[in-house]
C-alpha cells in the first residue's frame, strides 16, 4: 500500500501571507495526485489534480507542484475563506487503490 | 449538473450491518465507477472502496476485504455500501463519490461527493 504523509500536521499563518504544504508518497505516484480542501461539516472539495492543475472554480492563489514522491500545495495569500483541512490523494493504481494523507490543519495566526 | 444524493443518518448497535445509499443523476451512471470514503470524528479521510456502475467490478481496501460490499443498481442509478459487523470504530461520516471515467481504465480524483452519512455505532 502506498502510504502518503502530510506536513506539517498544524500550520499557523497570517491572512495575506503565503502557506506551503508538503506531501510525500512511499514510493512514486508519478503525478497522480490530488489536493483537496475540507471544511467543517462539508465534504472535501477537489482543489487540485495531476500535481499541479486546477480543478473547475478553483482561484489562481492555489498552486501545485511536485512528481514522484514529493509534493506541494502552495496558497498565495491566504483569504479568510482558506482556513481549513487539506488532504493529499494518490490515485495511481488501477483497479482503484486510492490513499490519503493524514491532513493538515491550516490555522488562522 | 452531477449530484450525488445520500441515505440519512443511522444509528446502530455493534455487530450490526448497515447500508447506505447513494443516488446519482446529471450525467451517464454507467459510465463512472463510484469510491466510499469514511471520516471517523476529528480524523482523517479513508478509502473503503471502488464499483464499477457499470460491470459491477469492485475493489476493496483490505482492511475491509470480508465486512463490506458495494453494489450498484443501474435502474435507479443508486450505489449503495452495505458494512457488516459493526464496532465502535466504525462511527464515521460515510461518503460516495463519482470515480473515473470507465473508458479511461484509470483512478481518478473525486471532483463529485455525496453530502455524507454519519452512522453511529453504539450499544
Known amino acids: 500500500e502506498i502510504v502518503m504523509t502530510q506536513s506539517p500536521a498544524t500550520l499557523s499563518v497570517s491572512p495575506g501571507e503565503r502557506a506551503t504544504l508538503s506531501c510525500r508518497a512511499s514510493?512514486?505516484?508519478?503525478?497522480?495526485l490530488a489536493w483537496y480542501q475540507q471544511k467543517p461539516g462539508q465534504a472535501p472539495r477537489l482543489l487540485i489534480y495531476?500535481?499541479?492543475t486546477r480543478a473547475t472554480g478553483i482561484p489562481a492563489r492555489f498552486s501545485g507542484s511536485g512528481s514522484g514522491t514529493e509534493f506541494t500545495l502552495t496558497i498565495s495569500s491566504l483569504q479568510s475563506e482558506d482556513f481549513a483541512v487539506y488532504y493529499c490523494?494518490?490515485?495511481?493504481?488501477?483497479?482503484?487503490?486510492?490513499?490519503f494523507g493524514q491532513g493538515t490543519k491550516l490555522e488562522i495566526k | 449538473q452531477v449530484q450525488l444524493v445520500q441515505s440519512g443518518a443511522e444509528v446502530k448497535k455493534p455487530g450490526a450491518s448497515v447500508k447506505v445509499s447513494c443516488k446519482a443523476s446529471?450525467?451517464?451512471?454507467?459510465?463512472?465507477?463510484i469510491s466510499w470514503v469514511r471520516q471517523a470524528p476529528g480524523q482523517g479521510l479513508e478509502w473503503m472502496g471502488w464499483?464499477?456502475?457499470?460491470?459491477?467490478?469492485?475493489n476493496y481496501a483490505q482492511k475491509l476485504q470480508g465486512r463490506v460490499t458495494m453494489t450498484t443498481d443501474t435502474s435507479t442509478s443508486t450505489a449503495y455500501m452495505e458494512l457488516r459487523s459493526l464496532r465502535s470504530d466504525d462511527t464515521a461520516v460515510y461518503y460516495c463519490?463519482?470515480?473515473?471515467?470507465?473508458?479511461?481504465?484509470?483512478?481518478?480524483?473525486?471532483?463529485?461527493w455525496g453530502q455524507g452519512t454519519l452512522v453511529t455505532v453504539s450499544s
Open positions: 446529471g450525467y451517464t451512471f454507467t459510465s463512472y465507477g
Open positions: 464499483i464499477s456502475a457499470y460491470n459491477g467490478n469492485t
Open positions: 514510493q512514486s505516484v508519478s503525478s497522480n
Open positions: 463519490a463519482r470515480d473515473g471515467d470507465l473508458i479511461l481504465v484509470a483512478a481518478s480524483p473525486f471532483q463529485h
Open positions: 495531476g500535481a499541479s
Open positions: 490523494q494518490q490515485y495511481n493504481n488501477w483497479p482503484p487503490t486510492y490513499t
